[in-house]
């Protein structure tokens, strides 16, 4: 009698148990790489989070006094501090001088220095822009220099303009600078005539 034959009826072969084992490890690794690959679907109106134009406001470090940013896009719409979101700017922080820059980490206060306010325009629609500054609250009295930047990101990180407006006192609203997009976001007349933002309430 072979050595076949002396096998019991129904016993199963350890070669063929071993392939039946690593087919199945085949099967499943293939599931997840198909799982991995497949890209999740995107909810309806999701709008990546990407900015065409960067507005930088900043004053001297560890000034007390409150500044205020507005932007104005070619509809009309405004982007200040109440109204943080307009059409397609985004007011990234209402920054307050020295208010709420302090925090208390294992008892001791941490000061943030830093003053700035920051805009930043994630699509555009052909038109002009408008920037302005605003000496909205006082601390001391003092004069406040304040430096303005706008920067394309697109294509290619782009200076549109660098330059300071001098507040005197509060209340004092100065344009920093207009410029002007093209349906292909060129850029193209720059100026710093003055335009009335702030609303008179």
């Not at 004053?59 to 397609?88: C, H, K």
Request: hydrophobic residues 40%; charged residues 25%; proline residues 6%.
């Amino acid at each position: 009698m072979s050595l076949r034959q002396k096998r019991r009826e129904g016993e199963v072969d350890p070669f063929y148990d071993m392939l039946f084992n690593i087919l199945i490890a085949f099967v499943f690794c293939f599931i997840i790489a198909l799982l991995a690959m497949n890209p999740k679907a995107k909810k309806e109106g999701d709008i990546p989070a990407k900015a065409e134009f960067i507005i930088t406001l900043s004053w001297p470090d560890m000034n007390p006094n409150d500044i205020d940013t507005y932007v104005q896009d070619p509809a009309g719409a405004m982007a200040w501090f109440r109204s943080r979101e307009a059409g397609l700017m985004h007011l990234d922080r209402d920054d307050r001088g020295l208010a709420g820059d302090t925090i208390n980490v294992n008892g001791k206060d941490i000061v943030n220095p830093l003053n700035q306010e920051v805009v930043t325009i994630r699509g555009f629609s052909p038109g002009e822009y408008t920037v302005n500054a605003q000496y909205y609250e006082s601390k001391n009295g003092d004069p406040v220099e304040v430096t303005v930047s706008v920067v394309k990101v697109n294509p290619k990180a782009e200076v549109v303009y660098y330059g300071t407006v001098k507040l005197d006192r509060k209340g004092d609203e100065r344009t920093a600078v207009r410029f002007s997009v093209d349906a292909d976001g060129s850029v193209h007349d720059v100026n710093t005539l003055p335009k009335t933002l702030v609303p008179q309430t």
